[in-house]
């Protein structure tokens, strides 16, 4: 077992997130780490008070600084400027709109003595109703996220990882010219580099979902798309190949569900994602001249 970091440092991108970023802040006012640590809220350019919210913080938590990330849009470039404010061994990522659940940061430092890479657990109970629960699945509940389509390396959401610093840097951080699924390349190009990615149970983030229906439909389309955008990077790097069959296959369990899924609110919820996530997929197939429907 190694030495803990000295100085954890909490990065969160935020944009127009006044409505959830001041319950985040208050959660980090509760967390503690014998070391010292840090906040910095990487601003993507709000207009909606969100700035005014974390200077409310000052005094409250330590090191608190806003960047202003405003100078390019993305939640990547966000992450990347917060951890070059940063001055601490580790790097925490969390989100302008979840919640840190009590112990978050302890147990993520001292996982960070023993691995150089890490996620927390997600817990989608607290902050959603019932229905919304039924609609979202939580992979990050038991263990890293499985890419199962086609299979590849494991991955998390941005909100939940936490890295030495020095990995961090050695990967160049998050790839700014991907709109979506930065998190999970993120992921992919650290195990790649050789390092191992494990999970922390112990340390628990509170995640808000989605649940109305344009932006359900929206992120099933972003999500898709991006999907095939970082298939036609990894498919040389050991990736298995896609062909037309498995989309067409998806695509017709798809249809024949949708009577049935259509019934229920939450049903519909779940039909507008898988729909977003196919248009997505093949929009990505014409864009990046790849076959991954």
């Not at 077992?1 to 509760?30: D, E, F, H, W, Y």
């Not at 608190?64 to 405003?70: K, N, Q």
């Not at 990736?239 to 998806?250: A, F, I």
Request: proline share 6%; charged share 25%.
């Amino acid at each position: 077992m190694g030495a803990p970091p000295r100085k954890l440092s909490v990065v969160i991108p935020c944009l127009n997130a006044a409505s959830t970023l001041g319950a985040q802040l208050a959660a980090l006012t509760r967390q503690s780490w014998p070391g010292g640590w840090e906040v910095i809220v990487a601003d993507n350019g709000s207009t909606d008070g969100s700035r005014e919210i974390v200077e409310s913080y000052r005094g409250r938590l330590p090191g608190l600084e806003l960047v202003d990330a405003s100078d390019r849009r993305g939640q990547a470039h966000a992450r990347n400027l917060g951890a070059a404010a940063t001055t601490g061994d580790a790097l925490l990522f969390c989100d302008a709109d979840d919640e840190v659940a009590p112990g978050w940061m302890e147990a993520l430092g001292q996982a960070l003595a023993i691995h150089e890479f890490v996620a927390c657990r997600y817990d989608n109970e607290k902050l959603n109703p019932a229905w919304v629960r039924r609609t979202h699945l939580n992979p990050q509940k038991d263990g890293l996220t499985a890419y199962d389509y086609p299979p590849f390396l494991p991955h998390a959401g941005g909100g939940g990882l936490a890295v030495r610093r020095a990995i961090h840097e050695e990967v160049g951080g998050f790839d700014e010219t991907l709109p979506a699924l930065e998190d999970t390349d993120y992921c992919w190009r650290i195990q790649l580099a050789g390092h191992e990615f494990h999970f922390v149970p112990d340390a628990v983030v509170y995640i808000r979902h989605r649940h109305d229906a344009g932006t359900i439909f929206r992120q099933g389309v972003s999500y898709g798309k991006h999907n095939v955008l970082i298939y036609s990077r990894y498919k040389d790097r050991g990736m298995p190949r896609l062909g037309w069959l498995p989309g067409l296959l998806r695509w017709g369990k798809l249809l024949l569900k949708t009577p049935l899924m259509l019934l229920t609110r939450e049903g519909r919820s779940r039909w507008l994602w898988q729909l977003g996530w196919r248009i997505g997929r093949i929009e990505g197939c014409f864009e990046y001249k790849v076959v991954a429907p």
